[in-house]
């Protein structure tokens, strides 16, 4: 229950995971079957950064607006450099959590 929670607390920069400083492998094709997420941009597009909660779900939105050229979900921000998915979730990385 929500209520009984511990309140979160963001570590310190020395308290956080240490992480990697390799980035994780993309796949060439995502779970769903969706381009890369790093394909060769056309020129002239610009890039925008949203910021959501449960962003696999809100992605698939975009997938579907016309003009929405490529889409990537991850983790931006916090001290762990290149954090999994398992880490940002202890709260142990210092990335914030929408």
Same mark, same amino acid.
């Given at each position: 229950?929500?209520?009984?929670?511990?309140?979160? $607390?963001?570590?310190?920069? #020395?308290?956080?995971?240490?992480? *990697?400083?390799?980035?994780?492998? $993309? &796949?060439?094709?995502?779970? *769903?079957?969706?381009?890369? &997420?790093?394909?060769? $941009?056309? /020129?002239?597009?610009? *890039?925008?950064? $949203?910021?959501?909660? /449960?962003? +696999?779900?809100?992605? *698939?939105?975009? +997938?579907?607006?016309? !003009?929405?050229?490529?889409?990537? =979900? !991850? %983790?931006?921000?916090? %001290?762990?450099?290149?954090?999994?998915? #398992?880490? =940002? /979730?202890? !709260?142990?990385?210092?990335?914030?959590?929408?």
């Amino acid at each position: 229950m929500a209520l009984f929670r511990k309140k979160a $607390v963001m570590p310190a920069k #020395e308290e956080a995971l240490p992480g *990697r400083s390799t980035p994780l492998r $993309v &796949p060439e094709k995502a779970l *769903r079957q969706r381009p890369s &997420p790093h394909p060769a $941009v056309p /020129c002239r597009t610009t *890039r925008s950064r $949203v910021r959501m909660g /449960c962003f +696999w779900g809100a992605e *698939r939105l975009f +997938w579907e607006t016309p !003009g929405v050229y490529s889409t990537a =979900v !991850g %983790y931006a921000g916090g %001290y762990t450099p290149n954090a999994t998915y #398992e880490e =940002v /979730c202890t !709260g142990s990385t210092g990335t914030p959590k929408s």
